[in-house]
Nanobody
Framework: QVQLVESGGGPVQAGGSLRLSCVAS????????MGWFRQAPGKEREFVAA????????WYSDSVKGRFSISRDNTKNTVYLQMNSLKPEDTAVYLC???????????????????WGQGTQVTVSS
């Protein structure tokens, strides 16, 4: 089992930045692929970014590429999402997810992840 707790969300103006954190507890965090997803009201959950256990590979959705950056610190059992140049359309609940093994083709598939946090709200005002 892996427990995930997100933090760092809040209100921000368009063009601003936030850094989200997700602290994991439980077994084998360092060997897990970690992902960030988001869900806006009335919309489906959307893939944002993912990172492999060694931080040698990262993946991003087209909508955040070049603005967001995912990283992890396995010594702190923490994964981060640095969000820059925020837009009102980035407003959503951001959720952290983990999976022990996943194929690259399924990286953006929320159904492929085994563990989820409760989420942290990000609200970007124009």
């Amino acid at each position: 089992q892996v427990q995930l707790v997100e933090s760092g969300g809040g209100p921000v103006q368009a063009g601003g930045s936030l850094r989200l954190s997700c602290v994991a507890s439980g077994r084998t965090f360092s060997s897990s692929v970690m992902g960030w997803f988001r869900q806006a009201p009335g919309k489906e959950r959307e893939f944002v970014a993912a990172i492999n256990w060694a931080s040698t590979s990262t993946w991003y959705s087209d909508s955040v590429k070049g603005r967001f950056s995912i990283s992890r610190d396995n010594t702190k059992n923490t994964v981060y999402l640095q969000m820059n140049s925020l837009k009102p359309e980035d407003t959503a609940v951001y959720l952290c997810a983990a999976v022990a093994r996943i194929t690259i083709s399924a990286i953006s598939d929320d159904g492929a992840y085994d563990y989820w946090g409760q989420g942290t709200q990000v609200t970007v005002s124009s």
